[in-house]
C-alpha cells in the first residue's frame, strides 16, 4: 500500500535551501565574492542542523522529504559528468597528466586520513 507523500514538507525543505542559499550568496555578494555563496550555505545549513539537533528534534517529516531529495536529485549529476567527458575530449594530449594529478591528489590524501583514523582509532 502506498503512503501519500507530504508535499507540504517538501516544499518547506526547498523553501528553507532556497532561501538560505540566496540569503549567503546576498552577503558575500556584500563582501564582492558572490561564488562564495554556496560554500557559506552549506555552512550555515549544517551549523543550523547541530543547532537544531542539539537542542530539539528535527521532524520526521523532513527527514522523509531530505530523504526524497536526495534520492530524486542523484540525476542532476548528469550534466556535469557528460561536460566532464566532453572536457576530456578536448584535452587530448594532455589527459595523462590531468589523470596524474586526479589520482595523486585523491589518493594521497586519502591515504593520510587512513593512517590517521587507524591511529586515533
Not at 540525476?75 to 594530449?93: N, R, Y
Not at 589523470?99 to 589518493?107: I, P, Q
Amino acid at each position: 500500500m502506498k503512503t501519500k507523500f507530504d508535499w507540504s514538507a517538501l516544499l518547506l525543505t526547498i523553501l528553507l535551501i532556497v532561501v538560505v542559499r540566496e540569503f549567503s550568496v546576498w552577503l558575500m555578494s556584500l563582501f564582492g565574492h558572490p561564488e562564495l555563496g554556496n560554500l557559506i550555505g552549506l555552512g550555515l545549513l549544517l551549523i543550523g542542523l547541530i543547532l537544531v539537533r542539539r537542542f530539539g528534534v528535527i521532524p520526521l517529516r523532513m527527514i522523509d522529504a531530505n530523504a526524497y531529495l536526495m534520492r530524486e536529485s542523484a540525476l542532476a549529476f548528469l550534466p556535469v559528468a557528460g561536460g566532464s567527458i566532453l572536457m576530456l575530449i578536448v584535452m587530448g594530449k594532455e589527459i595523462p597528466l590531468f589523470l596524474f594529478v586526479m589520482v595523486f591528489s585523491t589518493l594521497v590524501p586519502l591515504w593520510v586520513y587512513a593512517k590517521l583514523a587507524k591511529r586515533w582509532l
